[in-house]
């Protein structure tokens, strides 16, 4: 039996066969395309009025199945979503020649954005709701995508997608009375199979005959790994059916999908790019009294103001976070004499490197240089650590990931340390024995995360935490580090094991912790 023979017996199966239409879809198709006109929405007031009046309550595809409703009260379609219609529908929107006249082939900018929407936008807006109703709309207006399929794909949960189906479904539930017995992720609307795929089972998503529109809903929030995949997936059908391609997401962390995305060169990226923080929603779906109590959040910057922070973490405080951003000083005041330790965390090739170095001064713990480094060579780090050496002055300790002997090891040279593995390795196991610090005994320290990272987590953490009496920091972290801040707001942890794959700068906040191993707790 060949694949394409086994392909033919499963999609012979009841559960992959095209369900016929209920005589109350039949019934809701017909009023769409004749009473209603096939609109969506009649976005003119005025013309809205006049429909719903000659109609009697059959003017749009919203009214015949009900409005959107928020805390049970049924709102209108605005005007931030006429621009998400316009974005979809009108190929120069956000995309005009000005060179050219309107309405004229010629004023479309780039025929390949056409259909492709990047959208980030503050939460609640109502923009998930809006999308899963216009591929319903989709489907009902005409009969244009019979015997296709749409895609909706979540986060790697499948609840996520269950959900999703549920919401269409519910969509006419309420005023129509219209009950499917669909399985929980499918949905059939005028033979066209709209079914919802968690991120991290998307193989079915890769086989699709004719799809016709793809959602990726929340997809900053996917695994990083499963971001470029799901992308992938979903681009490589432009070429086969010309889907309308949306995806939409709160932002999430620094370097994910929805950054990189943002970041690409309008002349080459695929997708118009929207934007819609919180204000486009203020008076509308937003009351002024929700949006002041919504401020008072830590999350406030990201769910509303759309800058990409990352999560919330369970390491650090935000009390700490936001204690030491309180004192003021100047990362470039650098006393020459202070003791200074530096953390390095390296990295080569696709990791990053980050030097972390810290200074103590007038009583606290100042950050005084705290950068990663993309894709550097050795050389290139190795002169950068010099010149920063340079303008640091006096080093007390520099502290090592052990796991890149390559640097440790160059740095001891330059400072005439001895770089023997086994007398460090002697080094370290008589000041166990004496209990005392290897820092007085070397310059450069090796530390190793698989026994010291917990420790060194545990450690930054007490010293973040920590206040003095008048209730101030111990350690001053200035604004200008905004990847360090967000590094340490997002930091997660197991045990004091950091999680890598969801703390946003996580190099620094390596480089961080070993530039802290310095400062001592005073012993009781």
């Not at 695994?223 to 997936?233: G, K, L, M």
Request: contains cysteine; glycine residues 4%.
């Amino acid at each position: 039996m060949t694949f394409k023979d086994l392909q033919k017996v499963v999609e012979s199966q009841p559960e992959y066969q095209s369900q016929q239409s209920t005589p109350e879809i039949e019934q809701l198709i017909q009023r769409l395309r004749t009473k209603a006109q096939g609109v969506f929405w009649q976005w003119v007031r005025a013309t809205h009025k006049d429909r719903d009046r000659i109609t009697k309550g059959d003017c749009c595809f919203q009214h015949l199945i009900g409005l959107p409703k928020k805390n049970g009260v049924e709102l209108p379609l605005f005007d931030y979503e006429f621009m998400l219609y316009r974005a979809l529908l009108q190929p120069s929107y956000l995309n005009a020649n000005p060179k050219f006249k309107v309405g004229t082939p010629e004023h479309v900018m780039h025929k390949f954005k056409e259909k492709h929407l990047f959208l980030k936008k503050a939460t609640g807006l109502g923009c998930s709701e809006f999308f899963l109703r216009f591929m319903a709309w989709l489907c009902l207006k005409d009969d244009d995508c019979q015997n296709c399929q749409m895609v909706i794909v979540t986060g790697p949960n499948q609840e996520l997608a269950i959900k999703l189906i549920k919401r269409i479904k519910g969509l006419f539930a309420d005023k129509l009375g219209i009950i499917f017995d669909s399985k929980e992720t499918v949905l059939e609307l005028n033979n066209c199979r709209i079914e919802a795929y968690p991120s991290n089972h998307i193989d079915a998503f890769r086989s699709l005959t004719n799809p016709k529109f793809i959602l990726i809903d929340e997809g900053d929030f996917m695994p990083q790994f499963q971001q470029d995949e799901v992308r992938h997936v979903a681009e490589r059908y432009i070429a086969k059916s010309d889907p309308y391609i949306v995806m939409l997401s709160t932002p999430n962390a620094p370097g994910g999908l929805f950054q990189r995305i943002e970041q690409e060169p309008y002349e080459t990226c695929i997708y118009k790019k929207m934007f819609l923080d919180w204000t486009y929603g203020l008076g509308k779906i937003y009351s002024q009294e929700e949006i002041d109590k919504a401020k008072m959040s830590p999350s406030f910057p990201r769910e509303y103001e759309l800058q990409y922070l990352g999560l919330i973490g369970n390491v650090f405080s935000t009390l700490a976070i936001e204690n030491c951003q309180k004192i003021q000083y100047n990362p470039e005041n650098i006393n020459p004499n202070a003791k200074k330790s530096w953390g390095i965390d390296p990295g080569f090739g696709s990791s990053k490197f980050a030097i972390v170095i810290t200074q103590y001064v007038d009583g606290k713990i100042q950050v005084i240089h705290a950068e990663e480094y993309d894709r550097p060579n050795f050389a290139e780090m190795i002169d950068t650590i010099w010149k920063l050496k340079a303008k640091c002055g006096y080093i007390s300790n520099i502290y090592v990931d052990a796991a890149n002997p390559e640097v440790w090891e160059s740095l001891k040279r330059e400072l005439n340390e001895s770089f023997s593995q086994q007398y460090i390795s002697d080094q370290i196991a008589q000041c166990k024995k004496l209990n005392s610090h290897i820092e007085n005994r070397m310059i450069v320290v090796p530390v190793p995360f698989a026994v010291e990272g917990a420790k060194m987590l545990q450690h930054a953490k007490w010293l973040m935490e920590e206040t003095e009496e008048d209730g101030s920091s111990l350690i001053a972290i200035d604004k200008r580090f905004d990847k360090l801040l967000i590094g340490l707001r997002t930091s997660v942890a197991n045990e004091y094991k950091l999680d890598k794959e969801v703390t946003s700068f996580n190099d620094l906040v390596d480089a961080f912790r070993l530039s802290l191993t310095f400062f001592k707790r005073r012993k009781e």
